[in-house]
C-alpha cells in the first residue's frame, strides 16, 4: 500500500494550537469502510493511540490522549484527515504518526492493525 504522509508539526508555546494533516492514497478514501488513526510516540514511551476516523462515515473514536482536547476530521475530497490539537502542554511532545489501511481484528488503537504508516511529523510543546 502506498504510506500516508503527515505535515504539520512545529515546535509551539504550551497552551498553543496545532492542526496536523495526513494525505493518503485515493484508495484509501475509496474504500468508505476504511480506517485511518493517529498515534504518537513520546521519547523512550512506547506509541499510544490518540483517535480514529472511519473515512467514509467519519464517526471517530478517541483513546485518553485524545480525549477532551483533540478533534479528528476528514476531507474525502483531499484523501486528507486532519488531527486540531489545543491547549497543548509539554506532555504532548512527541512524533505523530498517521495509520492508514485497518485489518479490523483488533481494536482502533492497537499498532498491529494498520498496514500503512506515514514517517511522522514531530510536535515540540515548550513550557
Known amino acids: 500500500q502506498e504510506q500516508p504522509v503527515e505535515s ?3 515546535s509551539v508555546q504550551a497552551g498553543g ?3 496536523l ?3 493518503a492514497s485515493p ?3 475509496a474504500n468508505h469502510r476504511n480506517y485511518m488513526a493517529w498515534f504518537r510516540q513520546a521519547p523512550g514511551k512506547e506509541r499510544e493511540g490518540i483517535g480514529g ?3 467514509g462515515s467519519g464517526a471517530t ?6 480525549k477532551g482536547r483533540f478533534t479528528i476530521s476528514r476531507d474525502n475530497a483531499k484523501n486528507t484527515i486532519y488531527l486540531q490539537m489545543n491547549s497543548l502542554t509539554p506532555e504532548d511532545t512527541g512524533m505523530y504518526y498517521c495509520a ?4 479490523f481484528v483488533s481494536p482502533w488503537f492497537y499498532t498491529t492493525e494498520y498496514n500503512s504508516w506515514g514517517q511522522g511529523t514531530q510536535v ?3 513550557s
Open 61 to 66: 473514536s478517541y483513546g485518553d490522549a485524545g
Open 53 to 55: 476516523i472511519y473515512t
Open 124 to 126: 515540540v510543546v515548550s
Open 27 to 29: 484508495s484509501t478514501f
Open 8 to 10: 504539520g508539526g512545529d
Open 100 to 103: 492508514a489501511d485497518r485489518n
Open 21 to 23: 494533516s495526513c494525505t
Open 17 to 19: 494550537s496545532l492542526r
